[in-house]
């Protein structure tokens, strides 16, 4: 099973794995926010659809990707968009794809 880690980190954390990764120790698949806000920004609730229905699937058309999720064509372009725009999603010769079975969300939030 490839799961993949959202989470937020700051560039110096970017980096150090950047640099582990180099001298060829695994990292595991990571797709990394700056802070929190943006996370939650780009991933709506409509948007978390989206990721959830690609979970696993393969490549799908973005009107394959709307039937799952019961929605518009036109609006889940939009969406399916901004995931492509932030690397959440990739396009490929088959369609969209979210490439991983699994995700785990790993946010920690801190006293002011």
Known sequence: MRTVTLEIADRAAVSRRALEA??????????????PELLFRLLTTKRWEIVRAMTGAGPLSIRETARRVDRDVKAVHGDVHALLNAGVLRKTDGGIVFPFDAIRVDVLLRAA
């Open 22 to 35: 180099f001298k060829g120790r695994a990292q595991g698949a990571r797709i990394s926010f700056a802070t």
